[in-house]
Nanobody, 128 residues
Framework: QVQLVESGGGLVQAGGSLRLSCAVS????????MAWFRQAPGKEREFVAG???????????YYSDSVKGRFTISRDNAKNTVSLQMNSLKPEDTAVYYC??????????????????WGQGTQVTVSS
């Protein structure tokens, strides 16, 4: 059974940083896309950052415009984890953050329907 478990959420002041981690068990996603999404109260879940295998040991990171330059996604295939470093946090970053994995290789996947496995979410709250 595949499980994705997020950790690292919490309360932080605006301008601060947090690092989210997602531990995967049950299978490996070495050459498959993984991503972070978030859902703020009263809003739909939205794409935040993704990482896709583009050949050899190279992965590409891609981001929503709202977090580009502030967030960095990374993965450690040896540990079967994916992380999201969040810097210069803003109150509008407040949301539940979800880790997701796809069983479809390749490409830049921005939509929820392209991901087949999800974590339970971790709350990030940024105070002003």
């Amino acid at each position: 059974q595949v499980q994705l478990v997020e950790s690292g959420g919490g309360l932080v002041q605006a301008g601060g940083s947090l690092r989210l981690s997602c531990a995967v068990s049950g299978r490996t996603f070495t050459n498959y896309p993984m991503a972070w999404f978030r859902q703020a109260p009263g809003k739909e879940r939205e794409f935040v950052a993704g990482t896709s295998w583009i050949g050899g040991s190279t992965y590409s990171g891609y981001y929503s415009d709202s977090v580009k330059g502030r967030f960095t996604i990374s993965r450690d295939n040896a540990k079967n984890t994916v992380s999201l470093q969040m810097n210069s946090l803003k109150p509008e970053d407040t949301a539940v953050y979800y880790c997701a994995a796809s069983s479809k290789r390749g490409g830049y996947l921005y939509t929820e329907s392209m991901y087949h496995y999800w974590g339970q979410g971790t709350q990030v709250t940024v105070s002003s």
